[in-house]
């Protein structure tokens, strides 16, 4: 009988550790998902600034011209706040701030 009940707490503790182990997983991937929007986001409002002054300040460029000024001042300004951000990164969040002054202005225009 001792032998079931030994058995019996060897199984539940097995149990136990193993969804510990999950949870604890879920947890980890939780917060680094978390830690990557926000760095993502972050990204994000450091390309809009930047975009935004782009546009104002250079409005006698067009284009790839435009797009090489932004591309350079995104770098300076992250190197400046030491933010890593990849060459990648920068050409796709310019590409979506750019749309989303696009679609703006085009709904502006609408009404």
């Known amino acids: 009988m001792e032998l079931y009940h030994t058995e019996i707490i060897n199984i539940a503790v097995t ?3 193993a969804l510990t182990g999950l949870v604890t997983k879920q947890v980890v991937s939780y917060l680094k998902k978390k ?3 926000k760095q993502i986001e972050s990204h994000k409002a450091l390309v809009e600034v930047t975009v935004n002054a782009v546009e104002q300040t250079y409005k006698h460029l067009h284009g790839r011209d ?3 000024v932004a591309k350079e001042e995104v770098v300076k300004l992250a190197k400046a706040k030491k933010v890593k951000i990849s060459e990648n990164e920068i050409d796709l969040l310019i590409e979506s701030v ?3 002054m696009n679609r ?3 709904e502006e225009t609408k009404k």
Request: net charge positive; hydrophobic share 60%.
């Open 66 to 68: 435009k797009l090489q």
């Open 98 to 100: 750019v749309g989303e």
């Open 35 to 37: 830690g990557l929007v």
């Open 15 to 17: 149990v136990l550790v």
């Open 104 to 106: 703006v202005v085009k």
